[in-house]
């Protein structure tokens, strides 16, 4: 079972916004920096966001993370057909001394 | 080109054993912290250890200490993680992946791992 909470789905029209919510606690988002990973079906997961806030080179800019406490977020603006995909938060937890990864939430360009 | 290229997946019945192998291409690879991450059919991303740039530090989760070992051959630039007591629920795909949460992320396209009799 994952310490780091996601909504299982969201979704939005073409060109709206959608925010994925990252819930954790103080020993891995509280503490340490958080990271966006995206797995489009049937493809190795990539970085979409590292650091809380920093993307990739090659990443677009309509995505865009932060984070506040022991939450984190990722927003998708101007939403695209090609940005149906799992969303995955992800951090360091100092108490398991190991990396952990959200529950994962898909997002569904309706 | 970077190239991450994994191997050594396959069937295995439960308590047997089985390498894995990440050859790596493209780039110094005994200048990164490198991961094996596994992803079970249809759920989520579970990290499930890492290893320092010299192999100096190894970090596992909870669920696989005692009974996986990462290691790498720098000279040779391969990852490897041997699987032994192998259990049902270690079927997954299996990725090789660089530097997870930095800019130079790289992630292989995984070998799949299944553990049935």
């Known amino acids: 079972q994952s310490v780091l909470t996601q909504p299982p789905s969201a979704s939005g029209t073409p060109g709206q916004r959608v925010i994925i919510s990252c819930s954790g606690s103080s020993s891995n988002i509280g503490s340490n920096t958080v990271n966006w990973y995206q797995q489009l079906p049937g493809t190795a997961p990539r970085l979409l966001i590292y650091s809380n806030n920093q993307r990739p080179s090659g990443v677009p800019d309509r995505f865009s993370g932060s984070k506040s406490g022991t939450s984190a977020s990722l927003a998708i603006s101007g939403l695209q057909s090609e940005d149906e995909a799992d969303y995955y938060c992800a951090a360091w937890d100092d108490s398991l001394n190991a990396f952990v990864f959200g529950t994962g939430s898909k997002v569904t360009v309706l | ?117």
């Open chain 2, 1 to 117: 080109e970077v190239q991450l290229v994994e191997s050594g997946g396959g069937l295995v019945q439960p308590g047997g054993s089985l390498r894995l192998s990440c050859a790596a291409s493209g780039f110094t690879f005994s200048s990164y912290w490198m991961n094996w991450v596994r992803q079970a059919p249809g759920k989520g991303l579970e990290w499930v250890a890492n290893i320092k740039e010299d192999g100096s530090k190894k970090y596992y989760v909870d669920s696989v200490k005692g009974r996986f070992t990462i290691s790498r051959d720098n000279a040779k630039n391969s990852l490897f993680l041997q699987m032994n007591s192998l259990r049902a629920e270690d079927t997954a795909v299996y990725y090789c992946a660089r530097a997870i949460t930095s800019t130079e992320s790289y992630w292989g396209q995984g070998t799949l791992v299944t553990v049935s009799s």
